[in-house]
């Protein structure tokens, strides 16, 4: 997930198939099955195999943006984020708003056909990972309040973001060597105890899980056997914290001067470690990210945006509205703004029309090697980093010809007018009906 400071308090076209229930049923079928070969191995889709078209909702903004504000059409998915772990392996948190917010959600999922999950963890949520997963006492606590959570909420899913396995994240968290093993294992026996159909998933870096060694593994096929998919967090690759402004959500960076990575080379990494790409879903990204740059470095050309140009730390420009502000964060280190910009924020911050596209007197580029945008305001001096229309249509090609499971979108409250979810939807070819 991102890492915004909001969180303080708590990439040749084919045509997908969807599941159809025994019952009425209305959802995302496209009109036709095929055969996808996924470096170099052939894969046989039937009809009974999904496309994922998921996002998350941000629980946290449950009032500002009720779950009848979904556009529940556009997804079979929709995991609320976000659960948190605790010190106790039994207990499972949610904050009050959730506790409010999540039973309507789960009842407006169903009453749309769209399968309601909720994610445990996320940047701030993963303290206590590696406690829980410690121990076969920790880990068979931690499987009876994931069960105990699917139970009360009458859930279909569990996702899992725990940031990350044997790598600190925010800075506080337990870890282990051990951590990755431990997941597995407490995989295993969630899979063993979990009703029939219960859909387990992990959001998950651009690099396989990280073993003993604190290298990523190289083999991650046995992750695959529980989890029904992985949703790849395939954004947040260049922000506040890099050296040099750059794409938020890379599809490519072969072609890149600098390079951090991309869902190219993800989903080559995840591949490479034997986990199946029709178990991989594209995470995609609804925001941007915001940098000072001075007009003396913003462009390349009199009218080109520089890709890569310096930018002033110390002048870090807010985000939208929803944007958190500078703290104090759980582990007691002093944070800044976030500086995100949702879709929406920034038509309604004015760097973009309402149709998506950039307003008057704002500058654009779009880089052709990551696929994603740019936009920059010479009074304000503030450069966004994000994707659009144009770059979500590209991710969708990208999922089409790799063979992935679908996308995830982070997160369903960012996108204005459905204008993004459109767009992924007609690159890959997503019809609705109702059968």
């Excluded at 159809?20 to 209305?26: G, L, T």
């Excluded at 282990?176 to 959001?203: E, T």
């Excluded at 056997?225 to 949703?231: A, G, R, S, T």
């Amino acid at each position: 997930m991102i890492f915004p400071s909001f969180f303080l308090f708590l990439s040749f076209s084919w045509i997908f198939t969807i599941r159809v229930a025994a019952v009425p049923f209305c959802g995302l079928v496209p009109p036709k099955q095929a055969t996808r070969n996924v470096h170099g191995t052939a894969a046989n889709f039937s009809d009974s195999e999904d496309v994922l078209a998921a996002a998350w909702y941000p629980g946290w903004l449950g009032t500002q943006f009720p779950p009848n504000t979904i556009s529940w059409s556009k997804y079979n998915v929709m995991t609320f984020a976000f659960a948190v772990t605790t010190a106790d392996s039994s207990v499972i948190s949610l904050d009050s708003t959730s506790q409010q917010v999540l039973p309507d959600f789960v009842a407006q999922a169903k009453q749309n056909n769209v399968n309601a999950l909720v994610s445990i963890g996320g940047w701030t949520g993963s303290q206590y990972f590696s406690t829980a997963v410690a121990t076969e006492a920790n880990r068979t606590a931690f499987v009876g309040a994931v069960l105990g959570l699917v139970s009360n909420y009458n859930l279909d899913g569990i996702d899992f973001d725990w940031e990350y396995p044997n790598k600190q994240g925010i800075g506080c968290n337990t870890i282990s060597p051990d951590d990755s093993a431990n997941f597995l294992l407490f995989l295993q026996a969630l899979r063993a105890k979990a009703p029939s159909g219960l859909i387990i998933s992990a959001a998950v870096g651009i690099t396989p899980f990280v073993g003993p060694d604190g290298t990523p593994m190289t083999d991650v096929s046995g992750f695959a056997k529980v989890l029904d998919h992985i949703e790849i967090m395939a954004y947040d690759i260049w922000g506040s914290w890099s050296s040099t402004v750059g794409p938020n959500a890379p599809l490519d960076d072969s072609c890149a001067t600098n390079k951090a990575g991309s869902a190219t080379s993800a989903v080559e990494a995840w591949t490479a470690a034997e986990f199946p790409a029709n178990k991989i879903a594209l995470g995609i990204a609804a925001y941007g990210h915001s940098f000072h740059v001075d007009a003396g470095s913003a462009f390349s050309s009199p009218s080109q945006l520089a890709p890569y140009p310096p930018f002033d730390k110390s002048q870090q420009p807010a985000g939208d509205k929803e944007d958190g502000g500078a703290g104090v964060d759980q582990c007691g280190q002093p944070v800044g703004v976030g500086g995100v910009f949702n879709f929406w924020g920034m038509i309604d911050g004015r760097f973009l029309g309402a149709d998506g596209w950039p307003a008057a007197g704002i500058d654009y580029r779009f880089d052709n090697c990551s696929q994603t945008p740019y936009v920059y305001n010479h009074d304000s001096q503030v450069m966004i980093s994000y994707d659009d229309a144009t770059s979500f249509q590209a991710k969708g090609r990208f999922i089409n010809e790799q063979g992935l499971r679908g996308f995830s979108m982070w997160h369903s409250a960012g996108d204005s007018n459905d204008i993004l979810i459109n767009a992924i939807h007609d690159a890959m070819g997503i019809e609705a009906v109702c059968s």
